[in-house]
T-cell receptor, first 112, second 113 residues
Framework: QQQVKQSPQSLIVQKGGISIINCAYE??????FPWYQQFPGKGPALLIA?????SEKKEGRFTISFNKSAKQFSLHIMDSQPGDSATYFC???????????FGSGTQLTVLP | ETGVTQSPTHLIKTRGQQVTLRCSSQ?????VSWYQQALGQGPQFIFQ???????GRGNFPPRFSGLQFPNYSSELNVNALELDDSALYLC????????????FGQGTRLTVV
């Protein structure tokens, strides 16, 4: 019930392309869905987050799409750049929980 | 405003030994959570400290323990180290025990040999 399933495991995109990473969850108590970006040797950094009362949130080139009925959410990176090459994690949290539940990560490579 | 800092950055220990990892929370943040990130995996919640008390725990054995100090800094202690304890240990700070926005440190890479 606490799992968050993330796909794909790895993704290669050409510079300027769109990167799409998907996550699915089971626990309907989750009400906060952040995405984290992690570079090698660094801790995860909060990129963008959404709550289930909206279906989409955009910040610059990053957009979260949220489908409450399907219990899925996705990260779209528009105009992907080589500097976006990193591991991306989706996560989820319920209001009463102390912890974030993370997906298994997607290693994104943007080719120049 | 300072971010979350962890020390040491890297550590090598022998199986059976004990280790202490340290975390200084972001300025103004009173809650610290610890996560274990195995290679190629997402972070797994170990426990959270709020007002110097353990305030929630994940599926980790009692040999994983911690402390939080009055200045909100925190320690993670692991006794009787096992090879599978080799991982990146992450500290995250937030304002309030249920606050959603958590800020992570750079982590401590622990290798158990």
């Amino acid at each position: 019930q606490q799992q968050v399933k993330q796909s794909p495991q790895s993704l290669i995109v050409q510079k300027g392309g769109i990167s799409i990473i998907n996550c699915a969850y089971e626990n309907t108590a989750f009400d906060y869905f952040p995405w984290y970006q992690q570079f090698p040797g660094k801790g995860p950094a909060l990129l963008i987050a959404i709550r289930p009362d909206v279906s989409e949130k955009k910040e610059g080139r990053f957009t979260i799409s949220f489908n409450k009925s399907a219990k899925q959410f996705s990260l779209h990176i528009m105009d992907s750049q080589p500097g976006d090459s990193a591991t991306y994690f989706c996560a989820a949290k319920s209001g009463s929980a102390r912890q974030l539940t993370f997906g298994s990560g997607t290693q994104l490579t943007v080719l120049p | 405003e300072t971010g979350v800092t962890q020390s040491p950055t890297h550590l090598i220990k022998t199986r059976g030994q004990q280790v202490t990892l340290r975390c200084s929370s972001q300025s103004g943040h009173n809650t610290v959570s610890w996560y274990q990130q195995a290679l190629g995996q997402g972070p797994q919640f170990i426990f959270q400290y709020y007002r110097e008390e353990e305030n929630g725990r994940g599926n980790f054995p009692p040999r994983f323990s911690g402390l939080q100090f009055p200045n909100y800094s925190s320690e993670l202690n692991v006794n009787a180290l096992e090879l599978d304890d080799s991982a990146l240990y992450l500290c995250a700070s937030s304002l309030g025990q249920l606050n959603t926005e958590a800020f992570f440190g750079q982590g401590t890479r622990l290798t158990v040999v």
